[in-house]
């Protein structure tokens, strides 16, 4: 799907098949800067075993953007972004019509409206690591070396795929399914975990006091299927950590 092109974080597998679909996986960078939003397509990663786990440390090269094409030509940018700004607020501001804004994002697809990530001058690196331990994932983020100029907002994603991950519940006892989950809403629980509907596969991840934490599902044919739990960070964070639980 459209993701295919981009580096992807840790991605969680049952009986040897990967379950990530269109999402980005756990514990992946992307950064918004005034003009562009920043992705990685190139990456170089390292592997060691520990006593009891293992440390993978992955480089994400911040060097590639979205941009639209239609019938094959790029699509103004500032006429598209204002559209799509529109068309967002008011997709997340109105679930119970989520079916219907679904069908119009399928629509694009007849229409030839395509996203195309492109190669640009990289802005800088992030550095992230995890350490894996039997069901717990340590995620700790290093933004030091990210160019800030124009920098708005740092974002770590944490995104598996919505057709086996479609339930959210969490420590205030909120319970949604599906669509009801939200395109990106903010989590005031400690706790929120995104598991399947039977509850034999789950990620848990905490609220902490130095980011915002999202909650998000989304499912469209032949664009969209993620469903995660990702963080909003300020622009000056150079160090960023948390945990991520595993059930299965």
């Known amino acids: 799907m459209e993701t295919a092109d981009l580096q992807k974080g840790l991605i969680m597998m049952l009986d040897g098949k990967e379950l990530v679909e269109e999402g980005l996986g756990f514990g992946v960078p992307v950064v918004k800067y005034l003009d562009k939003t920043y992705f990685s397509s190139k990456a170089k990663i390292s592997k060691q075993k520990t006593s009891s786990g293992y440390l993978i440390k992955k480089t994400y090269i911040m060097d590639t953007i979205s941009k639209k094409t239609w019938r094959g030509s790029?699509?103004?940018?500032?006429?598209?972004s204002t559209w799509h700004k529109r068309f967002a607020k008011m997709y997340l501001s109105h679930k119970e019509l989520s079916p219907i804004f679904n069908r119009l994002m399928e629509y694009r697809e007849l229409a030839r409206i395509k996203t195309e990530f492109v190669k640009v001058k990289p802005r800088g690196i992030v550095e992230i690591e995890y350490l894996i331990e039997s069901s717990l994932v340590e995620v700790t983020v290093d933004f030091s070396d990210l160019t800030l100029t124009g920098c708005e907002e740092l974002l770590v994603m944490n995104e598996q795929g919505s057709t086996v991950f479609d339930t959210?519940?969490?420590?205030?006892?909120?319970?949604?399914?599906?669509?009801?989950?939200?395109?990106?809403?903010?989590?005031?629980?400690?706790?929120?975990?995104?598991?399947?509907?039977?509850?034999?596969?789950?990620?848990?991840?905490d609220k902490t006091p130095s980011a915002t934490l999202f909650r998000g599902w989304e499912k469209t044919k032949k664009r969209f299927s993620w469903s995660g739990l990702s963080y909003s960070l300020s622009p000056f964070c150079k160090t960023f950590s948390y945990t991520i639980s595993i059930n299965s």
């Open 74 to 80: 790029y699509i103004d940018d500032n006429f598209y």
């Open 168 to 205: 959210y519940i969490d420590s205030n006892g909120l319970e949604l399914a599906g669509p009801k989950i939200g395109g990106w809403h903010p989590v005031t629980a400690k706790h929120s975990s995104i598991e399947n509907s039977d509850g034999l596969i789950a990620f848990q991840i």
